[in-house]
C-alpha cells in the first residue's frame, strides 16, 4: 500500500515543509528591518547580510522543494539552516524558568523539521518532481 503513495506522500512532504519556510522568508523580506532589528537583538555579527541569507535560503529552498528541484540540496541546506537557527533564536536553556517552555516548544518543533527535511534529503523528491524528470533525461 504504502509504494502507491510514495510519490504523494514525497509531494505532500515537501509542499508542507515549504509551507513553514516560504512565509517566513517573503516575512523577512518584507519587514527586513525589523528582521535586521531581530538578529542584531541575539548578538550576530553582520545582521543585515544574515537577514538576507535567511530570507535567501527560505525562499530559494521553499521554491525548491515546491518544484522538487534540487530536493536534496535544498533539504539539506535548510535542516542546516533550521539547526543553527534555532540554537540562536530558542535558547530556551539560557532563559528564567517561568519563559522557558514556549521556546523549548519551538526549539525541539524546529528539531523535529530538521528531521523531516533530513528524510527528505535521504529519499529524494519522488516521482512527481523536476528532479525525477531530469535524472529519467
Given at each position: ?11 505532500a512532504s ?6 513553514l ?9 518584507t519587514g ?6 531581530y538578529i542584531s ?10 537577514a538576507a541569507?535567511a530570507a ?7 521554491l525548491?522543494l ?6 536534496r540540496?535544498?533539504a539539506?541546506a535548510l535542516?542546516?539552516f ?7 533564536f ?7 524558568a517561568?519563559k522557558q517552555?514556549?521556546q523549548?516548544?519551538?526549539?525541539f518543533?524546529?528539531v523535529g523539521v ?8 535521504a529519499?529524494?523528491?519522488g ?6 524528470r531530469?535524472?529519467?533525461r
Amino acid at each position: 500500500m504504502f509504494n502507491s503513495l510514495q510519490n504523494p506522500l514525497a509531494l505532500a512532504s515537501r509542499l508542507l515543509l515549504a509551507a513553514l519556510f516560504l512565509p517566513a522568508g517573503i516575512g523577512k523580506l518584507t519587514g527586513f528591518a525589523g528582521t535586521v532589528g531581530y538578529i542584531s537583538s541575539v548578538g550576530l555579527p553582520m545582521p543585515t547580510v544574515a537577514a538576507a541569507i535567511a530570507a535567501a535560503v527560505e525562499v530559494l529552498g521553499s521554491l525548491a522543494l515546491i518544484f522538487g528541484f534540487g530536493t536534496r540540496f535544498a533539504a539539506l541546506a535548510l535542516a542546516f539552516f533550521t539547526l543553527v537557527a534555532s540554537f540562536f533564536f530558542h535558547a530556551y536553556w539560557a532563559l528564567p524558568a517561568d519563559k522557558q517552555m514556549m521556546q523549548q516548544l519551538m526549539f525541539f518543533k524546529n528539531v523535529g523539521v530538521v528531521g523531516g527535511l533530513l528524510a527528505l534529503a535521504a529519499f529524494g523528491a519522488g516521482a512527481w518532481s523536476v528532479d525525477a524528470r531530469r535524472s529519467s533525461r
